[in-house]
């Protein structure tokens, strides 16, 4: 599976986590669950995993944890909100009318 199929998946499986748990749990319950998840369709998944960073020839262990990497190709990092603000909703309306604006000479 290329990254482009794999991240279907996820967001696939991120979108049913969300619809039927709504917002407002800690990350912690999010992303054990999307662990749980993606291991039973047998994807590889390391969770809570540093990810070394080299600055000016310093090497630093742990530049940061990744929540989860799978397939060694997708970085999941999990983020989570008491509830959605009524700005945050209104950039996504805005997102989404941008998004199926067409675009170029010849489309309507």
Known sequence: M??????????DIC??????LGPGL?????EAILFYELNAINL??????PIPI??????LDIGFRSDLIV????????????QISEKEIVI?????IKKNKPR???RK
């Open 71 to 82: 397939e060694n190709k997708v970085i999941i990092e999990i983020k989570s909100v008491e």
């Open 44 to 49: 590889k998944v390391e969770r809570q995993k």
């Open 104 to 106: 170029g000479k010849g």
């Open 54 to 59: 080299i600055w000016n020839e310093i090497h």
């Open 2 to 11: 290329n990254e482009n199929e794999l991240s279907k998946v996820i967001v």
């Open 92 to 96: 996504e309306e805005e997102n989404k």
């Open 15 to 20: 979108y049913r986590i969300h619809t039927k």
């Open 26 to 30: 800690l990350e912690s319950v999010y």
